[in-house]
């Protein structure tokens, strides 16, 4: 069976290798970072104190994808959240990052291993990690955010104009720990217009028994003039504008930090599930082929994941 090495442990590579293994292939899945899900994120701190900070919610359009939540909900790794008007929006329980954990039950991710660059060698694909040390594969596939799959890529694959022109917005976001009540019934409010798009009570999602988890996302505007701030002068500046939208007083809050999401949501996608090279040696898909949400990822992974099995 010809061996797969997939870059990027979020829902985009998770549903990738998940596919790929269920087929009863074996992929390997490199992420830089320590815990799986890239995007679909949930930080703990002590005890049952834990924020959401990236995404917030899933819904679910695709049979496939739909179906992928109806087991994760029959598991216990999902459960609907009740808010909001269309489609029906699910969150991980405990926490988001959940989602992703169901996915990567038993697969072989490895953690912590940046990958610094992708060839073809001697006929086989090459991930070079940190610079140094080469894994060799017949297939490889890159999920992270176009412009650090194009770092990755561009010398070695012309198909990668394709996605030069994909568009992100950033988005910083903020946690809070209170241990004040804020008005009864506040789940999240959504306001694309306000400093403070978005603003959920975490530990109001089902599935959670925390108390006073709050998540505040910049809008893009307001997320693009700060970017490049540090965390702590990020959480300094949006705290305050909490405290005012929530009319608490400034000592409710015991525990806060920010966290900054340089490519969030893609506001310009490419319009397909994936791109391959000429001789399909080489994918790359994420959320930015389909749009910014957690599903458009699955369905580029999982379409990767059709397209290498179908391959002669
Ligand atoms: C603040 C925020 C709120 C959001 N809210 C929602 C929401 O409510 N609902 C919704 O549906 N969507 C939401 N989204 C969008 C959603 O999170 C993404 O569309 C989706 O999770 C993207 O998945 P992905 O696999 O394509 O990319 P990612 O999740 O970014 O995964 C890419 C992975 O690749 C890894 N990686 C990158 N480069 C390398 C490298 N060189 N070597 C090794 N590993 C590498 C990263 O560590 C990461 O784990 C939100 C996003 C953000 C940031």
């Not at 505007?221 to 007083?249: F, Q, Y």
């Amino acid at each position: 069976m010809p061996s797969v090495g997939i870059i990027g442990s979020g829902m985009a590579g998770l549903a990738c290798a998940r596919h790929l293994a269920d087929a009863g292939w074996s992929p390997v899945v490199f992420d830089k970072g320590r815990g799986v899900g890239g995007r679909v994120a949930t930080r703990r701190l002590d005890g049952d104190v834990q924020f959401d900070h990236g995404a917030q919610y899933v819904t679910a359009r695709d049979q496939g994808f739909r179906s992928v939540i109806a087991n994760m909900s029959k598991s216990g790794a999902a459960i609907r959240w009740n808010v909001g008007s269309g489609d029906p929006r699910f969150v991980g329980t405990p926490g988001m990052a959940n989602l992703a954990k169901y996915l990567a039950k038993g697969l072989d991710v490895r953690q912590g291993m940046t990958a610094t660059a992708v060839r073809r060698s001697d006929g086989r694909s090459e991930i070079v990690v940190d610079g140094e040390v080469s894994h060799y594969f017949d297939r490889v596939v890159v999920t992270a955010p176009a412009p650090q799959a194009l770092a990755l890529l561009e010398t070695q694959e012309t198909f990668l104009s394709d996605f030069a022109d994909v568009k992100y917005e950033p988005c910083l976001t903020l946690m809070a720990n209170l241990n004040t009540e804020v008005s009864e019934g506040f789940s999240c409010r959504s306001d694309s217009d306000a400093e403070l798009a978005w603003i959920a009570n975490d530990s109001s999602k089902p599935g959670r028994t925390g108390k006073g988890c709050w998540v505040a996302q910049a809008n893009a505007g307001w997320s693009a003039v700060n970017l490049e701030l540090d965390l702590n002068s990020i959480k300094t500046k949006m705290l305050p504008l909490l405290i005012r939208e929530l009319g608490i007083a400034a000592d409710a809050v015991v525990h806060s930090a920010a966290h900054r999401w340089r490519f969030a949501k893609v506001v310009q996608p490419l319009g397909r599930r994936f791109v391959r090279n000429a001789d399909a040696t080489i994918y790359a898909g994420g959320d930015w082929c389909l749009g910014a949400r957690v599903e458009a990822a699955w369905m580029s992974g999982d379409a990767i994941a059709r397209d290498i099995l179908e391959a002669p």
